[in-house]
């Protein structure tokens, strides 16, 4: 192995390391009430050093990555020129220094986290570090861009909780490790099936031409599948036998870890090998295909009801996180039943449609024409920001969730379940469920991303357009959860004051279309242009169709909004009026007055004791 693969291999084992000592600290020790417990104490500095390891073998990577690609040794890519022009104008460069930041500013604030809250926010930084590379590596070149990325982006964040939480597990104090096991159990069942689903999309994107399984790279691929196999089949043994985990010695847990973690570091070795070698091309084609090149799908026919309705191609990220969230909430729809208590079927049918229309936005046909036409980019958002989250408020998952998710393992433990409800009750919730807020984020946030070079940028890759569309979903879900929400809400918001920012959501979304409507330059900084889409050569008028499409679609969501703000209104009033009924005959029954006849009387004695002060004046 050279450098550059060895200081790949030691930066994802530190990056590993790090996030699985993160979910100890955040999940599988007990806390005191969101404290941390004197074992999670102890491993903020085993944290700390993991990330300051990470950091540097990084940094490492950066150094010998750039002397790889200008073939040259060590000193000349220490050059600060070199070194500069890579890490801010170079791609891959940047995606490399962004890791390298995060990896610092875990190791930095690790050992001052208190709680659990700032262990998880500490998780998903380090989450977004290790992942960040993987956005510009070769997969984009496979020709299957959304499935090569995410499936890869997916594979890494489930092996990383996998490996990283068995590691951890090795630090822990017998008593600590026994309570720990159960839910790394449960853990590694969910990573182990992400795992290989992503592994098998991963391989099928970038091998799935026939001369592509002759070569070392596809050997390695098959090399990591067995090896992989191996670890779930071990990861099977130790779920049997870790049942009664309390009762096996320490020997015995040992050896079954210790065999698992050495098949976990020989996987780690091959991943970082074949993140160092370039997967076999396809024969160059006759035909220059910018699609492909540009939005890494080719160029699709032009748009009709059949191809909207029958393309699909995979966004393996946001299938993965799709399917990840039906899975919880059938599962929970699944506990509540085996309790005996019902779940409206009204809900389950919302949330299903709302899952339906993010996956039909992201990767079916209508994701692919998104990619290649303004409009078409301009309805996928509206049914990303406007559509699909009304189907996943309505479904109420928060509820179900509080319902269904566990309680803490001792009487101080948060657990889950207490977990979200603070964060339910943090002061950020109530920031954000403000519904001013609500409705900056919704509306005010469509100005700078459209009307700035922002647009244009995010265009431009991958990561972009994940962005947008987490931020549509996400924006939209804040605001229609404010609005027309069943889950419990930090505050109570007036009808009257929903109705307002309704009102006010409607003109703001009516003023930014006309305002695309009536653009004259283009915004997307040439992206669309670079596509030399043959059935859209009128870019402007693409996107006056665009600012169409936002003025016609985005009234109706929010019409439909208004009037169910309308009957909740009214079923809250008659459900006050039906508790004022009940008040006044339990008050008639046992012989007392009822709230009026009390109302008038405190009035009587005020106006009494106002002419006595007036009689003695």
Known sequence: MNLLEISKFLSLAAGITTIGLLLAIAFFLNDVE??????????????????????????????????????????????????????????LGKYMFAQLCLALLVALVAIRIRGVAGANALLLLSLAAIIAPVFESHSASSGSHALAIGSLVVHVIAISLWVGGLVAITFLRAQDRAMALPRFSALALWTAIAVSASGTANAWARLNFQSAWSSEYARMVLLKILLTAALIFFGYLNRRQLKGSLKLNGKQLGRLIS???????????????????????????????????????????????????????PDALMIGVLVTAVALYIRGVIILTRRGDKWPVGRTVAFALGISAIDYATSGGLGVYAKFSFEYHMIAHMLLGMVAPIGIVLGAPITLALRTLPQGRTNQERGVRGTLIALLHSKPAAVFTNPVSALALFDGSLFVLYMTPLFGNLMQSHLGHLVMSVHFLLAGILFFHVIIGIDPNPRKVPHIVRIVILFAAMSIHAFFAVALISTSTLLDQGYFASLQTPWNLDLLADQHAGGSVAWAMGEIPILLALVATFIQWMRDDSRETKRIDRNEARLAAMGEPDELAQYNAYLSNLAAQDRERKGRG
């Open 34 to 91: 969101g404290k941390l417990g004197e074992t999670a104490k102890a491993l903020r500095n085993i944290t700390a050093i993991a990330a300051l390891t990470w950091a540097i073998t990084t940094g490492i990577s950066i150094v010998a990555t750039l002397a790889n690609i200008l073939g040259t040794d060590l000193s000349e890519a220490l050059d600060p020129t070199s070194m500069r022009s890579f890490i801010s104008q170079v791609t």
């Open 259 to 313: 065999v698992e973690v050495l098949i976990m570091a020989i996987t780690t070795v091959v991943g970082s090998k074949l993140s160092t070698m370039q997967p076999p091309l396809r024969a160059e084609s006759s035909v220059l295909d910018p699609g492909l090149a540009v939005a890494g799908i080719a160029t699709p026919p032009p748009p009709n009801l059949w191809r909207l309705v029958s393309l699909y191609d």
